[in-house]
């Protein structure tokens, strides 16, 4: 893929188009999966000196490959008019839920070059919103869809198929291309969880995903790391990740939705930044958090908690059924 602007013409699949990379430097890149120059760009520094790359040059091949798309017209530059940001926020697009109430709450749908945080209770239907949006991210862009395939990173063993196919045929859309559409990962720790998210960007490209799923973004780290004394690498880590999904979604203009897990009364947990796992660094990194529950007569509440656009008393109902997430009366 080649990006043409009046001053440079760059392969960002080709690392050596970096000043600085040559062969041994691009070996040991590569080792680690980081294969264009769009990889490093979502790199972290941390992540090259770990590859034994020394922590200066680690810090100036990141931002060189960023620089690098920015001058390319890849990627946004960072410090910019803000017309140039309402510019940037007109390539987002936005996924449909499958309930205009919900979508309307939205916006418009969930955005792309953002990560949704889903919290809710167990049984809130996070992970039911997300087989929804594996089926609807596929729908042409007249159809609120994202026109493309879905990648789902499941923690939790609770991705099932059947219930694709289900929500597929509801909608009266084709099971089996639905769900080849639908590229599944299984991770079974938080290493796991850091290296699949790592290789993500390669995914994204060879399937030309448009939407990301990791259902959930804390169950591991939970399970892994009891105790104060843990706490801090905890939160580094999970802040690497996040940080690290929030470029991959900005880079290459995706829709990232991840789920988190609260044990919370919900009405107290409201309002209260440390109740959602993961505690300030969900809370920074996440760009919407929209906190979900079971409501009266087996309906749902979606309320948005954290919204750089919404006002914060924005919220839905809608419900649960054979064809995933709907309104309360189809309309
Ligand atoms: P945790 O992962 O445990 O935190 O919960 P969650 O928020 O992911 O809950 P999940 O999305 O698994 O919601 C489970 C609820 O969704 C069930 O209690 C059912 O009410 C509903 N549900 C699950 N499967 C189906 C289905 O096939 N059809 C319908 N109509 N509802 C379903
Ligand atoms: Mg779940």
Do not use: W
């Amino acid at each position: 893929m080649t990006k043409k602007t009046a001053e440079k013409e760059i392969d960002v699949f080709d690392l050596q188009s970096i000043d600085g990379v040559g062969k041994a430097t691009e070996e040991k890149l590569n080792s680690a999966g980081i294969t264009s120059v769009l990889d490093l760009a979502a790199a972290t520094p941390r992540e090259l000196v770990e590859l034994g790359i020394g922590a200066e040059k680690a810090e100036e091949l990141c931002l060189k490959a960023r620089l690098l798309l920015i001058e390319s017209g890849f990627l946004d530059k960072e410090f910019v008019p803000a017309t140039e940001v309402l510019e940037r926020r007109k390539s987002m697009q936005k996924l449909t839920t499958g309930s205009k109430a919900f979508d309307s709450m939205l916006g418009g749908g969930i955005e792309t070059q953002a990560i949704t945080e889903l919290i809710g209770e167990y049984g809130s239907g996070k992970t039911q919103i997300c087989h929804t949006l594996c089926v609807t991210a596929q729908l042409p862009r007249d159809q609120g869809g994202l026109d493309g395939a879905a990648i789902y990173i499941d923690t939790e063993a609770t991705f099932r198929p059947e219930r694709i196919v289900q929500i597929a045929e509801s909608r009266n859309l084709d099971q089996r291309k639905t769900l080849e559409n639908i590229i599944f990962a299984s991770v079974y720790n938080s290493s796991h969880l850091q290296l699949t998210v790592k290789e993500l960007g390669r995914y994204i490209e060879k399937y030309k995903a448009r939407l990301v799923i990791v259902d959930s973004i804390i169950s591991h780290f939970r399970a892994e790391f009891i105790g104060r004394g843990t706490l801090a690498e905890r939160q580094q880590r999970l802040n690497d990740l996040l940080h690290r999904l929030l470029r991959t979604a900005q880079v290459h203009n995706v829709a990232i939705v991840v789920t988190n897990q609260v044990q919370a009364n919900p009405d107290q947990f409201f309002g209260d930044p440390n109740k959602p796992s993961g505690g300030h660094v969900l809370a920074h990194s996440s760009t919407y958090r929209i906190f979900i529950r079971r409501a009266a007569n087996n309906t749902r509440l979606a309320r948005i908690i954290d919204s750089p656009y919404h006002p914060p008393t924005a919220e839905a109902y809608f419900k649960i059924t054979e064809k995933g997430v709907e309104d309360l009366q189809e309309k």
